[in-house]
């Protein structure tokens, strides 16, 4: 029987230690209970104020291209670092469309924050929190936090405080829906990776479900029926994206269904408002040449199987895709900060919210008051990025000059405000062709180029601008494989 009781010892071993991991986690988050608070207090746990004698504590909210790059021109020596976020990565939203077709996996454009700034996982008074930020109290320079659980077979989600002595709000927008009924229970958005992997999943179960026997003709097309609203950089280059997928490799894998599938693009105005008109009329004929429709109308209403535009008509989808811009978050509402126009936390020119101490605000999620004279400027990666980079030297500086802990740095002189400069914008529409306006705004002149040259910029441009090298051998070599062998159609 010796087999017989070494099968009891290997099930006793595997039995699950569900509340040896309870306790563990609370054991973990006990640690960070203000010493110097009455027992009846410790209940609540967190990270208590820094002592004079310790380093000041930067807070960053959230980990999109603002905050990131905010962490990696940080100083670990002078600060600690914790950032509170429900991802652990940063997204390189420029290429996040490729992915949604198999030109690129999803771990090329994900940047894990602790190679980003490697202090975080290293340093004993630096974090990283997955988790909420729910509220703000800049009286006691206190954060409030709520974890983030993963499905209802998890631990309840945690509540615990962060005091700071200095707090950058970076935690960005969330997609605009203007208030229409059915967008959010039905379509797709395009600003994170799992939105992408969602898309993918989608578009391929669509295209296998069209090729099953009894589905009739109006049913397969509307199942191949991708519809995308709103025409900006993201919507026009993830209908480039798509209709290169359609036309290289779904016209050669699903040859049953390959005259079902095509693809609209729903815009209000003009496709591409912010470039050149002759670079607008080039990419309008070259997504018509590659088999995108576009369609000039608003959405009034979505349903489960078509939306209904302002005159009445009905476009059936298979597939919605909503990029029609960003507004403020329900946690930047919440916030009893001042607001700029359009409902972003309100900075002054050194980027800081003027009616508090220690807090500063950049990214989507903030923009220029009213009575700076500067206007608020667009939700751009280029603009989060320098606005980080900007802060990063601000906030090192004022730590040398001795303003690094709380309510320290009234006196201390900031230098030169941010100023901004465009540096153009570019944008893929397929077929090997891409555009590119190196203009400063739409009434400024500049160089502006449409085709292949373009397309080969925007592909140099953005491999040297992923975070590390290890994304960009990533990337490069999905581009090559895509070339060589054709998208992965796998649906995993």
């Given at each position: 029987?010796?087999?017989?009781?070494?099968?009891?010892k290997?099930s006793?071993?595997?039995?699950?230690?569900?509340?040896?991991?309870?306790?563990?986690l609370?054991?973990?988050?006990?640690?960070?209970?203000?010493a110097?608070?009455?027992?009846?207090?410790?209940?609540?746990?967190?990270?208590?104020?820094t002592?004079?004698?310790?380093?000041?504590?930067?807070?960053?909210?959230?980990?999109g291209?603002?905050?990131?790059?905010?962490?990696?021109?940080l100083?670990?020596?002078?600060?600690?670092?914790?950032?509170?976020?429900?991802?652990?990565?940063?997204?390189?939203?420029?290429?996040?469309?490729?992915?949604?077709?198999?030109?690129?996996?999803?771990?090329?454009?994900?940047e894990p924050i602790?190679?980003?700034?490697?202090?975080?996982?290293?340093a004993?008074?630096?974090?990283?929190?997955?988790?909420?930020?729910?509220?703000?109290?800049?009286?006691?320079?206190e954060?409030?936090?709520?974890?983030?659980?993963?499905?209802?077979?998890?631990?309840?989600?945690?509540?615990?405080?962060?005091?700071?002595?200095?707090?950058?709000?970076?935690?960005g927008?969330?997609a605009?829906?203007?208030?229409?009924?059915?967008?959010k229970?039905?379509?797709?958005?395009?600003?994170?990776?799992?939105?992408?992997?969602?898309?993918?999943?989608?578009?391929l179960l669509?295209?296998?479900?069209s090729?099953?026997?009894?589905?009739?003709?109006?049913e397969?097309?509307?199942?191949?029926?991708?519809?995308?609203?709103g025409g900006?950089?993201?919507g026009?280059?993830?209908?480039?994206?798509?209709?290169?997928?359609?036309?290289?490799?779904?016209?050669?894998?699903?040859?049953?269904?390959?005259?079902?599938?095509?693809?609209?693009?729903?815009?209000?105005?003009e496709i591409?408002?912010?470039?050149d008109?002759?670079?607008?009329?080039?990419a309008?004929?070259?997504?018509?040449k590659?088999?995108?429709?576009l369609?000039?109308?608003?959405?009034?209403?979505v349903?489960?199987?078509?939306?209904i535009?302002?005159?009445?008509?009905?476009?059936?989808?298979?597939?919605l895709?909503?990029?029609?811009?960003v507004g403020?978050?329900?946690?930047?509402?919440?916030?009893?900060?001042?607001?700029?126009?359009?409902?972003?936390?309100?900075?002054?020119e050194?980027?800081?919210?003027?009616?508090?101490?220690?807090?500063?605000?950049?990214?989507?999620?903030?923009?220029?008051?009213?009575?700076?004279?500067?206007?608020?400027l667009?939700?751009?990666?280029?603009?989060?990025?320098?606005?980080?980079k900007?802060?990063?030297?601000?906030?090192?500086?004022?730590s040398?000059?001795?303003?690094?802990?709380?309510?320290?740095?009234?006196?201390?002189?900031?230098?030169?405000p941010?100023e901004?400069?465009h540096l153009?914008?570019?944008a893929?529409?397929?077929r090997?062709?891409?555009?590119?306006?190196l203009?400063?705004?739409?009434?400024?002149k500049?160089?502006?180029?449409?085709?292949?040259?373009?397309?080969?910029?925007?592909?140099?441009?953005?491999?040297?601008?992923?975070?590390?090298?290890?994304?960009?051998?990533?990337?490069?070599?999905?581009w090559?494989t895509?070339f060589?062998?054709?998208?992965?159609?796998?649906?995993?």
């Amino acid at each position: 029987m010796f087999w017989y009781r070494n099968l009891i010892k290997i099930s006793t071993a595997n039995k699950p230690k569900s509340h040896i991991t309870t306790n563990l986690l609370l054991t973990s988050l006990s640690h960070f209970s203000t010493a110097n608070q009455p027992p009846a207090a410790a209940q609540t746990s967190g990270l208590g104020p820094t002592k004079p004698d310790e380093k000041p504590r930067v807070v960053v909210l959230g980990s999109g291209w603002a905050g990131c790059r905010l962490m990696k021109g940080l100083d670990p020596k002078l600060y600690d670092i914790v950032c509170v976020s429900r991802r652990n990565h940063m997204v390189f939203t420029p290429l996040l469309a490729s992915t949604c077709v198999g030109t690129l996996e999803f771990r090329s454009v994900a940047e894990p924050i602790t190679r980003i700034q490697p202090s975080i996982s290293s340093a004993p008074g630096s974090y990283f929190f997955l988790a909420n930020s729910t509220g703000v109290d800049t009286e006691s320079h206190e954060v409030h936090c709520e974890t983030v659980t993963d499905g209802a077979d998890t631990l309840d989600p945690w509540k615990f405080k962060i005091s700071y002595d200095k707090l950058v709000i970076a935690s960005g927008a969330q997609a605009s829906t203007f208030g229409i009924h059915g967008v959010k229970e039905h379509a797709i958005f395009l600003r994170e990776v799992h939105h992408a992997q969602e898309i993918r999943r989608k578009l391929l179960l669509n295209l296998m479900l069209s090729d099953v026997p009894g589905i009739s003709e109006e049913e397969k097309r509307r199942l191949l029926h991708c519809v995308v609203v709103g025409g900006g950089p993201t919507g026009v280059e993830f209908s480039g994206e798509l209709s290169d997928f359609i036309r290289k490799d779904v016209h050669q894998r699903y040859t049953h269904v390959k005259d079902y599938i095509h693809v609209t693009l729903i815009e209000a105005n003009e496709i591409l408002s912010s470039f050149d008109d002759r670079l607008r009329r080039y990419a309008i004929k070259q997504l018509t040449k590659s088999g995108v429709h576009l369609v000039r109308g608003i959405v009034k209403d979505v349903k489960p199987e078509n939306i209904i535009l302002s005159d009445g008509s009905k476009v059936p989808y298979g597939l919605l895709v909503w990029s029609t811009g960003v507004g403020p978050s329900p946690f930047v509402n919440s916030l009893g900060l001042p607001k700029s126009p359009g409902g972003r936390i309100g900075i002054d020119e050194w980027l800081q919210v003027p009616t508090v101490q220690d807090v500063f605000s950049i990214g989507d999620c903030s923009g220029f008051l009213e009575s700076t004279g500067k206007p608020v400027l667009p939700a751009l990666a280029q603009v989060a990025e320098r606005q980080g980079k900007y802060l990063a030297n601000l906030l090192n500086k004022i730590s040398k000059d001795g303003g690094g802990h709380a309510n320290s740095a009234k006196d201390i002189d900031f230098g030169d405000p941010f100023e901004y400069k465009h540096l153009g914008s570019m944008a893929t529409i397929g077929r090997f062709k891409a555009l590119v306006d190196l203009r400063q705004s739409k009434e400024a002149k500049g160089i502006s180029l449409a085709g292949f040259v373009s397309w080969f910029i925007w592909r140099s441009a953005y491999l040297t601008r992923v975070v590390s090298w290890r994304n960009r051998f990533y990337v490069a070599i999905n581009w090559l494989t895509t070339f060589v062998f054709g998208r992965d159609i796998s649906r995993i």
